[in-house]
């Protein structure tokens, strides 16, 4: 996965946060990702995106500006984007925006309110960076 992309896609979800730090992006396939949403969601399929927030619950952030981390499959990208008849970069691209915001605070499955309001946020985000 060319840097350039998941460097400056990372750059855009900041910046609509008006936040700073560092996320890691790992890209696997998917058994990879099957045996991670297995381990940690007890659900036994791929999935596309996944994220790993540092600073979740109670406890102070361990490591104050880095968030955590992105794991996204390359398989099950491919696929979407081949169903969504997008582009294989279009695909990575919403998965970024999508983990990121999962890392910094936005949870679809909490609520339809939320999922709408992450929604929103995911196309303010595309829009932005297809304007420049």
């Not at 008006?18 to 058994?31: H, Q, T």
């Not at 297995?38 to 596309?48: G, K, L, M, Q, S």
């Amino acid at each position: 996965m060319p840097k350039k992309l998941v460097t400056s896609v990372l750059k855009k979800v900041f910046e609509s946060e008006n936040k700073d730090g560092e996320i890691s992006v790992v890209f696997i396939d998917d058994d990879g990702i099957l045996k991670l949403n297995r381990e940690y969601r007890c659900i036994n399929r791929p999935t596309d995106v996944l994220s790993f927030a540092l600073n979740q619950g109670d406890l102070p952030d361990p490591q104050p500006g880095m968030w955590g981390d992105i794991v996204i499959s390359v398989e099950t990208a491919a696929r979407q984007a081949v169903e969504a008849g997008d582009s294989f970069e279009n695909e990575i691209t919403r998965l970024l925006i999508h983990g990121a915001l999962h890392l910094l605070g936005y949870d679809h499955e909490i609520s339809m309110k939320e999922a709408a309001r992450m929604r929103v946020k995911e196309r303010k985000i595309i829009s932005s960076m297809e304007k420049g």
